[in-house]
């Protein structure tokens, strides 16, 4: 995943302050760490903007891909944003692209990408987006 976003190119910014226990044994943010902090931005994505309930709602978003470049850590203590968007949107799936920024600076510590598939909760079968949740993701469409 060689693509560079700039940061221009998100409407959505989630805030993040690093913990103690981010860090690796290298005294950087640990890569299962920048994986999580997307996956929370996604979610919380979700939860407030869509108002979907992830736990007991009829749709459940799960993880089919993911992959992360990074390109400069941070490490606690430190106050982050992880920027939001969407790149392709088609029946079930969607597949966000992902920035890790320090407030105010142009350059992304990491890229990343999760493509997520919604599926009925109760059969496991993929879902076709609701088109009010379609219309929510649309609007996280990436300006390139």
């Known amino acids: 995943m060689t693509e560079s976003l700039q940061r221009s190119a998100f409407s959505h910014f989630h805030p993040v302050l690093t913990r103690p226990q981010d860090n690796d044994h ?17 979610q919380a994505f979700l939860v ?66 999760v493509v997520q598939v919604f599926v009925e909760r109760a059969t496991g079968h993929p879902a076709t987006l609701p088109e009010t949740l379609q219309l929510i993701l649309a609007g996280l469409a990436l300006n390139r």
């Open 26 to 42: 290298n005294g950087h943010l640990a890569g299962s760490t920048v994986h999580a902090l997307f996956e929370t931005a996604i």
């Open 48 to 113: 407030e903007q869509a108002e979907l309930d992830l736990r007991e709602g009829e749709l459940a978003a799960l993880v089919i891909s993911s992959a992360a470049d990074f390109y400069t850590l941070p490490s606690f203590p430190d106050l982050l944003e992880v920027a939001l968007g969407v790149s392709r949107l088609g029946g079930s799936t969607v597949e966000f692209h992902l920035a890790l920024y320090r407030p105010g600076e142009v350059e992304a510590c990491a890229l990343g990408r």
